[in-house]
């Protein structure tokens, strides 16, 4: 079973920012798409952002771009999500997922961890 171990939520004021991380074991985080998903209270799970395997190419929601940056760091085997100008709307619980598929479905993704919150006060 792979274990992916998120943690940097938090509570903080709109246009805050926040760095979520996510621990994944070494064969994951070297084979593996990494992506970001959050879900909020009554709502769907929706994608955030994703990076591949390789760390070369990066896909984002459209409602999150060019304020969250997802990146990973090989010899910590994290990956990141940096969120910017946060609003009240982001608060969610968010997700880190491993996948064979570097997509942006939920279905697309094969292990996930156990999520952590993220709250935006206006």
């Known amino acids: 079973q792979v274990q992916l171990v998120e943690s940097g939520g938090g509570l903080v004021q709109a246009g805050a920012s926040l760095r979520l991380s996510c621990t994944v074991p070494g064969r994951t985080f070297s084979t593996y798409a990494l992506g970001w998903f959050r879900q909020a209270p009554g709502k769907e799970r929706e994608f955030v952002a994703a990076?591949?395997?390789?760390?070369?190419?990066?896909k984002y929601a459209n409602s999150m771009k060019g304020r969250f940056t997802i990146s990973g760091d090989n010899a910590k085997n994290t990956v990141y999500l940096q969120m910017n100008s946060l609003k009240p709307e982001d608060t969610a619980v968010y997700y880190c997922a491993a996948g064979r598929e570097y997509g942006s479905r939920v279905d697309e993704y094969d292990y996930w961890g156990q999520g952590t919150q993220v709250t935006v006060s206006s």
């Open positions: 990076i591949s395997w390789s760390g070369r190419s990066t």
